[in-house]
């Protein structure tokens, strides 16, 4: 992958950062001068600096705005805001060495400069002294708990020190206060991938063919729909440890994705003869009997267990109204239905099976609206999947960047 695309969202992040940190400092430059250095910050000749860099700066011209800093700080050196401000144009100039003699200048005169101290952490992470940004970004945070950007550059680090713990604490507390931001999302994934990497390594190193090997692999590899290669991987943890909780539930869920329905149902049923109480076992025999039109009221006595262990498994709520369906018990199956409907509104088979169950006791106006509902859910899905599929092929349209 080009490094200049990895850094993108971190480039990303410091100039949102900085956008906020430049607009309070220049609005409050004057206001935040310490007493001993109002007088020169008085001066009409550091005014004019003051001014003139301030132009520049929102003019884009950095360069003469950093000329007007330096020339400001040789006439008022104890100037706090002003190394402040400076510290910030060096840092969108990608000058971090210079952003980081100024800002440390800047706190030696002012050490309660939040915005200067947060800056610091990002030019020292941004130009790889990552432990020194980690006591950085931590001592500001430490004052600013809230602040998300400087919470988001220290998890950064942290990553970079190999700290995994502790940039996933961070990164949860992230997404609780940000739920809509995706990038705190995709480094609290990346973190956790990385951590199960290096916990599948100790196991590795510990036992290589131990069951606990053999049942992550073939976790992973169901995750990526190898099938396959998870029955394989199951059924060495099944040879392994027949008594084993979870692993025959592993192997019938490889065969019940792969529809294999007997040898699904063989497998829960071991499942449940160790542990009686797992209704998702209970609830996928009952599904694996109706796919294979089997008796519906025998089915209908597994999904009845499932929902007695766990009342709010929907989708058993779902195929027990799928076996009253069967059974001609339609006004069953609708209050099923409609329990079920409150927990997933937007789940079109659940409105399907609700219109026939209300045209079968000719509720016949209830049943159209299910089936309009039905529509246009299934509309939406297929605009979505044809959109998705439109983006996947312009992806792989696009060149391929070069290092």
Request: proline share 4%; charged share 25%.
């Amino acid at each position: 992958m080009d490094r200049r695309v990895r850094s993108i969202p971190a480039l990303g992040r410091a100039a949102a950062f900085l956008r906020l940190a430049l607009f309070s400092c220049f609005f409050g430059l004057l206001a935040s001068v310490p007493v001993r250095a109002q007088e020169r910050a008085e001066d009409p000749h550091v005014q004019q600096l003051y001014g003139e860099a301030k132009a520049a700066e929102l003019g884009g011209d950095l360069k003469t705005a950093v000329a007007k800093y330096n020339a400001l700080l040789s006439a008022a050196p104890k100037l706090a805001p002003a190394y402040n401000n400076l510290g910030a144009l060096y840092l969108r100039m990608r000058e971090f060495r210079k952003a980081i003699d100024v800002l440390q200048k800047g706190l030696s005169i002012d050490p309660k400069m939040s915005s200067a101290s947060a800056m610091l952490g990002i030019a020292l992470y941004e130009s790889g002294d990552y432990a020194a940004a980690k006591a950085r970004l931590e001592s500001t945070l430490r004052n600013k708990p809230d602040d998300n950007n400087v919470e988001l550059f220290l998890a950064n680090d942290l990553i970079k020190l190999g700290d995994l713990d502790s940039a996933a604490s961070h990164l949860q507390r992230l997404a609780t206060r940000q739920p809509k931001n995706q990038e705190v999302w995709y480094l609290l994934g990346k973190v956790h991938m990385k951590l199960s990497e290096k916990a599948l390594g100790h196991l590795n190193e510990i036992d290589p063919n131990s069951v606990w090997v053999h049942q992550i692999s073939g976790e992973v590899m169901e995750s990526m729909k190898n099938y396959d290669g998870a029955l394989l991987e199951y059924r060495k943890a099944v040879e392994l440890a027949p008594a084993q909780p979870g692993v025959h539930f592993l192997l019938g869920n490889a065969y019940w994705a792969l529809a294999m329905w007997s040898e699904s149902v063989k497998e829960f049923q071991a499942e449940l003869d160790i542990d009686p109480a797992n209704c998702s076992a209970h609830w996928k025999i009952g599904n694996a009997m109706l796919e294979q039109r089997q008796d519906p009221d025998v089915a209908r006595s597994h999904l009845e267990q499932a929902l007695g262990l766990c009342p709010s498994l929907v989708q058993a709520k779902v195929d027990r109204a799928r076996a009253l369906i069967r059974l001609e018990r339609n006004e069953e199956a609708i209050a099923d239905l409609r329990s079920a409907e409150k927990i997933s509104p937007e789940e079109p088979t659940i409105h399907f099976l609700l219109g026939q169950s209300l045209r079968a006791v000719g509720r016949m106006a209830e049943s159209k609206a299910e089936m309009d509902t039905f529509a246009k859910l299934e509309e939406g899905a297929r605009a979505a999947n044809a959109e998705h599929a439109r983006q996947v092929l312009e992806n792989k349209a696009q060149p391929t960047p070069q290092n």
